[in-house]
């Protein structure tokens, strides 16, 4: 089994102890997959967000258009 050095923030180049992490390589690629995973739920989440300030705003202008 090999060791892997993970980087917890993703940079690389930032070797400072609290950002290192060693973990096998199985561990290493299930934290990897689990962080990318994490990325891409946060940006639906995100999108979601966007899509519901729109619909409220939406609504707020079909409720001008009903009061006139």
């Known amino acids: 089994r090999?060791?892997?050095v993970h980087h917890k923030n993703g940079i690389?180049?930032?070797n400072k102890i609290e950002n290192l992490q060693l973990v096998t390589d199985d561990r290493h690629k299930q934290i990897t997959l689990l962080e990318t995973r994490i990325k891409?739920?946060?940006g639906k989440v995100e999108e979601?967000?966007?899509?519901i300030k729109l619909l409220q705003w939406q609504n707020k202008e079909l409720q001008k258009?009903?009061?006139v």
């Open 48 to 51: 979601q967000g966007k899509l």
């Open 2 to 4: 090999w060791e892997i």
């Open 65 to 67: 258009v009903k009061e």
């Open 12 to 14: 690389r180049d930032d």
């Open 40 to 42: 891409r739920l946060e």
